[in-house]
């Protein structure tokens, strides 16, 4: 069973997450941690940014069993069209160890995202630090035809 522990609160936004978000540095975020697990293994660290103003409230939600992508749509008519994402093999620091269970230095793969609304605006930025010994990507592709 997949299981998630969470923590959700405001933060001033780190210069990596303005510009990603097209902000300007400081503005008020709100920063949700989450410790995804499969049958109480934890599996990714999860680290979401989203504009606070936005997103009223969103830091009371219980997202342990709950999808962000659902509530930002059904709470906030906010509807992700499109994402940029970075994936890269990194170390694991001695806290993402102690957090996933494993040795420092074990590799995880570091995702790094970027979602879109239609029209355009950067709504959430989001690190993702997967066990590397448990976890698979796979990716489609689609080729969209010139316009």
Partial sequence: KDRC????HHVPAPR????ELDLPEGTPVVMIDR???????PIVLVTT???????PGLETIDFTDRSLYQTLAARYGLII???????????ASDVCADQLGIEPGDPLLFLRSVTYLADGQAIEYYEARHRGDR?????DLVRQPPI
């Fill in 35 to 41: 410790v995804r697990s499969v049958d109480d293994e």
């Fill in 5 to 8: 522990r969470v923590s959700s």
């Fill in 16 to 19: 990596v997450v303005a510009t």
């Fill in 81 to 91: 069209e499109r994402g940029r994402r970075l994936l890269e093999s990194i170390a």
């Fill in 49 to 55: 940014y989203l504009p606070a103003a936005l997103v």
């Fill in 135 to 139: 976890t698979i990507l796979e990716v």
